[in-house]
């Protein structure tokens, strides 16, 4: 049959007719392929738990794909004969809609659009590249409960909105106001992004907007995946939900709670106030105020860095989530570096800054009373900036090892076991010390496995 409807297309002299011919033959692949691919479900000795719940995902996605793409296609169809069609716009489809089956076929995922015949929307080939790319950085374990991912024309949502996830399905929205800036210039080895030119254009950024929100949105759908995970993550970051009238019991007074509760029409004029070491807010995007009415967050002052790149990770929990977990994907040496490098240096300076003004406070004893009051308040002041410099080290180190260990499956033992694999194939002291370095801010198997098939004897 395909190989009949393959002599049709290559005789095909007008581009109607090589559309109408590829259609067919292009529904009829993706269905065989999706049926052929089917994995078997019977758990056996390997296959359980996490692995057999992402192979049934896989399958129930094979389906949906199929179905999809005869949607899609007839879809693409109604259109291009709607107002004529050339031949390099039959190529162009062919090429975009291959591209996009393929993709979808590896990594069991639908990849759609909103289907209006009114109001077209396409993936392009750079756009399904970026997809690509993200899927090829996501533990297999957690890439097939995402079942569908849409390009959404989202006029349901405010301008800003750049991204939703609802059931299994990811939603891009095309018309988002949001450009991408939160990790687009953070090049990563490990995770193997670094600045692109594209067709001698400038160089694009390393990490697009597609690839931030697409890790963000799948972010979401993994803490729903690994529920145990993201209570521990949210405890170590100390999130707490409250009501209005408990914001009162948390010891603000009624200057605090009014900037806490006033309205905010928009998301940047939500005020955050901080108190005794917490810090209060209105929280966005909520999924437990259901009723309407406005839920509260608090959680601890040190535990989301400072910085436009974490702004939206205070919004709430789960965006606090979805945000290290794509930073993790896209950026992990950074990741590294702002939860666990950066809040260590500073809780040791912080050490040294207190038992240096303790110490002059000690030696200052035999000053004059103003001298020794000056002294005492100075090391008040180091005392407090040390407990704040503590707490964010601790809180951030846990959230990093959370996700690194509980939710990508990583550890200080696998990149052991690699070392190890490295030694005997002949790498020296060096290299491997090289190596460990660089593994132990590897948050994937991905990456891991990346970095040493770099490593060659030398
Ligand atoms: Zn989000």
Redesign the pocket.
Request: aromatic share 8%; no cysteine.
């Given at each position: 049959m395909i190989q009949a409807l393959e002599a049709q297309l290559a005789a095909a002299d007008t581009p109607e007719t090589r559309l109408a011919t590829w259609r067919v033959m292009q529904g009829l692949k993706v269905s065989a392929r999706s049926s052929m691919e089917r994995e078997d479900e019977t758990p056996r000795r390997g296959i359980g738990g996490p692995a057999l719940r992402a192979l049934e995902a896989r399958n129930r996605n094979r389906t949906v794909i199929s179905d999809s793409t005869n949607d899609e296609l007839d879809v693409e169809m109604a259109r291009a004969f709607e107002g004529g069609v050339t031949t390099e716009e039959v190529d162009a489809l062919i090429l975009r809609k291959e591209m996009e089956s393929r993709i979808e076929l590896q990594y069991g995922v639908n990849i759609t659009t909103d289907l209006t015949e009114s109001a077209p929307t396409q993936w392009g080939t750079d756009e399904l590249s970026e997809i690509e790319g993200t899927f090829a950085r996501i533990p297999r374990n957690d890439l097939p409960h995402v079942g569908t991912v849409r390009k959404a024309t989202g006029d349901q949502y405010p301008d800003g909105t750049a991204?939703?996830?609802l059931g299994d399905s990811v939603s891009l929205f095309e018309k988002a106001k949001y450009k991408g800036n939160r990790i687009s210039s953070q090049e990563s080895d490990l995770a193997d992004n670094h600045a692109r030119s594209a067709g001698g254009r400038a160089r694009l950024p390393a990490v697009s907007r597609i690839e931030e929100d697409l890790a963000?949105?799948i972010?979401?759908e993994a803490a729903e995946h690994h529920g145990a995970a993201y209570r521990h993550f949210t405890e170590a970051a100390g999130w707490r939900q409250l009501h209005g009238d408990q914001l009162d019991d948390n010891g603000l007074d009624a200057a605090e709670i009014g900037r806490v509760t006033k309205d905010a029409a928009r998301p940047g004029e939500v005020e955050s106030v901080e108190h005794g070491g917490d810090v209060f807010r209105r929280q966005l995007?909520a999924r437990w105020n259901k009723d309407g009415s406005p839920v509260y967050v608090a959680r601890h002052a040190g535990a989301i860095p400072e910085g436009a790149g974490w702004d939206?990770a205070a919004a709430s929990p789960?965006?606090h989530f979805?945000?290290v977990y794509t930073k993790a994907i896209n950026a992990p040496e950074t990741l590294h570096h702002d939860l666990v490098e950066l809040p260590q240096r500073l809780y040791e300076d912080a050490q040294k800054e207190f038992l240096a003004a303790h110490q002059a406070m000690l030696g200052g004893l035999m000053l004059g009373e103003g001298e020794t009051t000056a002294l005492a308040a100075k090391t008040k002041a180091a005392g407090e900036k040390l407990a704040r410099a503590k707490q964010a080290a601790e809180s951030r180190s846990q959230q990093w090892q959370i996700m690194r260990q509980e939710v990508f499956g990583m550890s200080d033992k696998r990149v052991d076991q690699e070392a190890k694999r490295l030694a005997a194939r002949g790498l020296g002291e060096d290299q491997l010390d090289e190596f460990r370095t660089q593994a132990a801010k590897a948050m994937t198997e991905d990456q891991l496995t990346r970095l040493s098939g770099r490593m060659s004897p030398q």
């Open positions: 991204g939703v996830h963000h949105e972010g979401h995007n939206y789960d965006e979805a945000e």
